[in-house]
Nanobody, 119 residues
Framework: QVQLAESGGGLVQAGASLRLSCAASGRTVGTLSMGWFRQAPGKGRELVAQLPWNGRSVYYADSVKGRFTISRDIAKNTVYLQMNSLKSEDTAVYFC????????????WGQGTQVTVSS
């Protein structure tokens, strides 16, 4: 069983940066495909960034491309989402998720962390 715990959310002004962390336990992030999702009020859950277990073909949603970076520290068993040049439309609850190699559906989810960007 994999447990995920996000941290790093908060209230920032437009243009600022935040780094979200997702600490994993139960399995090493080097053997998991990791994703960051977000859900804004009244909207569905959106995949923001995805880091496959082998580190290849990293995915970013068009809305965050060039501003967000997903990375991992295997020694710390943690995945990060560096968010720069934040916009008000980035306001959402951000979730970390994990799944095994070759799977398309995410099996494990964190509890979410709120990011609020004021304009």
């Amino acid at each position: 069983q994999v447990q995920l715990a996000e941290s790093g959310g908060g209230l920032v002004q437009a243009g600022a940066s935040l780094r979200l962390s997702c600490a994993a336990s139960g399995r090493t992030v080097g053997t998991l495909s990791m994703g960051w999702f977000r859900q804004a009020p009244g909207k569905g859950r959106e995949l923001v960034a995805q880091l496959p277990w082998n580190g290849r073909s990293v995915y970013y949603a068009d809305s965050v491309k060039g501003r967000f970076t997903i990375s991992r520290d295997i020694a710390k068993n943690t995945v990060y989402l560096q968010m720069n040049s934040l916009k008000s439309e980035d306001t959402a609850v951000y979730f970390c998720a994990a799944t095994g190699p070759g799977r398309s559906a995410y099996d494990y989810w964190g509890q979410g962390t709120q990011v609020t960007v004021s304009s």
